[in-house]
């Protein structure tokens, strides 16, 4: 019985493959994960306001392919009215941007990150601040006879 425990030894090694005790390296995984990042940076064009400076804006990206929504929903710093969103997986994304402050505005677009970075400029509208006594209204029409209501059949 002596020389049965090395054959069944030898017997059960060949049975059970050492790649099935092998763990798969995770890092791998990981460096295709990191080497998928990539950035966008967002230009708020403030030229026609005197390129004044933009209280920071609220933006959300949504995935394009509708697989995570809301993936990014944060308040960004504007600086030199740039933002600049990085570490973000490569793709495209909805993007939502909400200013507020003296500049409210929101704007729609559809973004490509890569991994080289890409640029998109959005250009704001005149914002006037109210000086009292300087306002001009416009004068209002009571002319009904266009309306809807007055031209039916």
């Known amino acids: 019985m002596k020389k049965f425990y ?12 050492f790649n099935s005790f092998a763990k798969r390296d995770k890092s791998d995984g990981d ?10 940076v967002l230009k708020l064009d403030n030229s026609i306001n005197d390129g004044k400076p933009i209280d920071p804006a609220y933006i959300v990206l949504d995935k394009y392919d ?3 929504a809301g993936y990014i929903s944060q308040k960004f710093d504007i600086v030199d009215n740039k933002i600049m969103i990085s570490d973000l997986p490569e793709g ?8 507020k402050g003296i500049y ?18 959005f250009k704001m509208d005149v914002m006037d601040t109210f000086i009292p006594k300087k306002a001009s ?8 006879s266009k309306t809807s209501v007055a031209q039916m059949k």
């Open 6 to 17: 090395p054959v069944l030894f030898i017997s059960i090694l060949f049975l059970f493959p």
């Open 31 to 40: 460096a295709a994960a990191q080497n998928l990042k990539g950035f966008v």
């Open 66 to 68: 509708l697989t995570a």
């Open 92 to 99: 495209k994304y909805y993007a939502d941007i909400y200013i």
């Open 104 to 121: 409210k505005q929101h704007f729609k677009k559809v973004i490509t990150v890569t991994k080289k970075g890409n640029s998109y400029t």
């Open 137 to 144: 209204i416009p004068s209002e029409s009571n002319d009904f």
